[in-house]
């Protein structure tokens, strides 16, 4: 839509996001122990995720975060599927997320958020959750480049570079997306106060303050508890706007593919400072509902 999205990240009230678009597939019926996870269904069955990021539009978001989180031209071609597919399928993550906010007929603004998730995704191994992949920041900045080059021809509102787990990766990135056109935001994966590779969230987030690519900063697939001392931070750090959508408070087993433990997330983590709130993994479009109404938006 015509309101800009990094404007309304700092102006007026704050924004909601959509909450795991995994867990909406799930609860559809859909198989995702796929290596390829939710992006396969960009090629099996893309109505499934236009429905998807309908349901979180309607249940409050004014954000959807594309299909494209594990979506990697390697990851593609361990299936079978060619550059010019893989392509095609990158570019379609952001087409599915507009026709969903088409359909969704809101007299409020809807954007879409082109993601672009860590090395360890692709991987499919937990990696994501560790950081640390052996790889040289010139190596991770190979990887990511041609997908964010993709997505952003594309024309989402913002990029989101999600679930990043160490320094090494988000200065890959911060490279990456120079030149490209479209803002991004930086959104950490967190456990306690530094990052899941162990490196102080201070010296995570001043990676970012300079960078006029990056929009916003923030944390997101971590424990609710870690988010307020997490947003008060990279605001201080940065200056710019937060963004903050934390996991259920389930834990995920990577040896398993299961989680365990019971949910945890409330809507208090909206009130820290962070102008971008949602949920990530585990959180469907009732806590989205839920954050809307704690905003005063229902």
């Known amino acids: 839509m015509s309101t800009d999205l990094a404007t309304a990240l700092t102006e007026g009230p704050p924004l909601i996001l959509d909450g795991g678009l ?3 597939l799930a609860s559809a019926g859909h198989d995702l122990s796929d290596e390829l996870w939710s992006a396969r269904l960009l090629a099996e069955a893309p109505e499934a995720i236009t429905e998807a990021h309908l ?21 593609f071609a361990k299936r079978g599927i060619d ?17 969903a906010a088409r359909r969704a007929e809101a007299t409020r603004p809807l954007w879409v958020a082109a993601s672009a998730g860590p090395y360890g995704a692709m991987l499919a191994d937990g990696s994501e959750y ?29 990029l989101a570079l999600e679930t990043i787990p160490d320094t090494d990766e988000a200065e890959a990135l911060l490279h990456a997306v120079r030149g490209l056109g479209i803002p991004a935001w930086l959104s950490y994966t967190i456990d306690g106060d530094r990052t899941r590779a162990g490196q102080p969230l201070e010296d995570a987030f ?9 929009t916003a900063v923030g944390v997101n697939c971590c424990a609710p508890e870690d ?29 398993t593919r ?23 993994c585990r959180v469907g479009p009732e806590t989205i509902t839920a954050i809307a109404h704690a905003l005063g938006r229902t």
């Open 227 to 255: 988010v307020p001392r997490a947003v008060e931070t990279a605001a201080r750090v940065t200056g710019k706007p937060v963004v903050a959508y934390p996991n259920s408070g389930e834990t995920w087993n990577a040896r």
């Open 130 to 158: 560790r950081g640390r992949y052996g790889l040289t920041r010139t190596e991770l900045e190979r990887f990511h480049r041609p997908r964010l080059e993709v997505l952003a021809e594309a024309a989402p509102d913002i």
């Open 22 to 24: 995994s867990n909406q």
């Open 258 to 280: 299961s989680w365990t433990n019971a949910p945890t997330l409330t809507t208090t983590f909206t009130t820290t400072g962070a102008r971008l709130v949602g949920g990530c």
């Open 206 to 214: 001043a990676l970012a303050a300079d960078a006029d690519e990056i």
């Open 55 to 75: 349901a979180y539009y309607t249940a409050g978001a004014d954000v959807a975060i594309t299909a494209s989180y594990q979506a990697t031209f390697e990851g």
């Open 83 to 99: 550059r010019a597919e893989a392509a095609r399928l990158l570019t379609s993550s952001v087409e599915l997320a507009r026709e």
